[in-house]
T-cell receptor
């Protein structure tokens, strides 16, 4: 079974530029998550999708971050414009369904450096 | 107060010893508790989850939960150098139970030296 795919793996941009990340979840997984992990911290949930609907985006900085999951499969996360503090690893995860006991499987992440 | 707190370490133990990792959480209504392992530069991987009081054992790993004290721990017996990683505690709080929202602690760095 193929895992969660993410691209690119690394991205370096200057502040105020835009960037987009792509995620392809495990086949058949209805729930998709985007996390931000700053160095030395645990992952922080940015947004959670159930199929193509948003379940939770309470911690997404909506003035600069946006995410979509068209057709309930792939997802993109965009930052526009980027700030220095956005430097982090952006992790995508998926689970078969939402709920307390559904294991989340993480992708390899995209390491973003904002200069 | 952080929702999920861990001692960031680093925790250093000799090979073959028991490593004890601890986590406290603030939401008394939290339902489920997870331990993830994250190697440097890699993504988190689930080791164990526990949702009822007491102990849960899986090979060399034991998770312990005490809801009254709002405390969950992970014991690693016969620690090996390959166990050296960051261990993340994650909690599903009462409000997030219906859709499985995980809140992570900052992680504890474990180093097992030969």
């Amino acid at each position: 079974e193929a895992g969660v795919a993410q691209s690119p793996r690394y991205k370096i941009i200057e502040k105020r530029q835009s960037v987009a990340f792509w995620c392809n979840p495990i086949s058949g997984h209805a729930t998709l998550y985007w996390y931000q992990q700053i160095l030395g911290q645990g992952p922080k949930l940015l947004i959670q999708f159930q199929n193509n609907g948003v379940v939770d985006d309470s911690q997404l900085p909506k003035d600069r971050f946006s995410a979509e999951r068209l057709k309930g499969v792939d997802s993109t996360l965009k930052i526009q414009p980027a700030k220095l503090e956005d430097s982090a690893v952006y992790l995508c995860a998926s689970s078969l369904a939402q709920g307390a006991l559904n294991e989340q499987f993480f992708g390899p992440g995209t390491r973003l450096t904002v200069l | 107060q952080k929702e999920v707190e861990q001692n960031s370490g680093p925790l250093s133990v000799p090979e073959g010893a028991i490593a004890s990792l601890n986590c406290t959480y603030s939401d008394r209504g939290s339902q489920s508790f997870f331990w993830y392992r994250q190697y440097s530069g890699k993504s988190p991987e689930l080791i164990m989850f526990i949702y009822s009081n007491g102990d849960k054992e899986d090979g060399r790993f034991t998770a312990q939960l005490n809801k009254a004290s709002q405390y969950v721990s992970l014991l690693i017996r016969d620690s090996q150098p390959s166990d050296s990683a960051t261990y993340l505690c994650a909690v599903i709080s009462a409000g997030g139970t219906s859709y499985g929202k995980l809140t992570f602690g900052q992680g504890t760095i474990l180093t097992v030296h030969p």
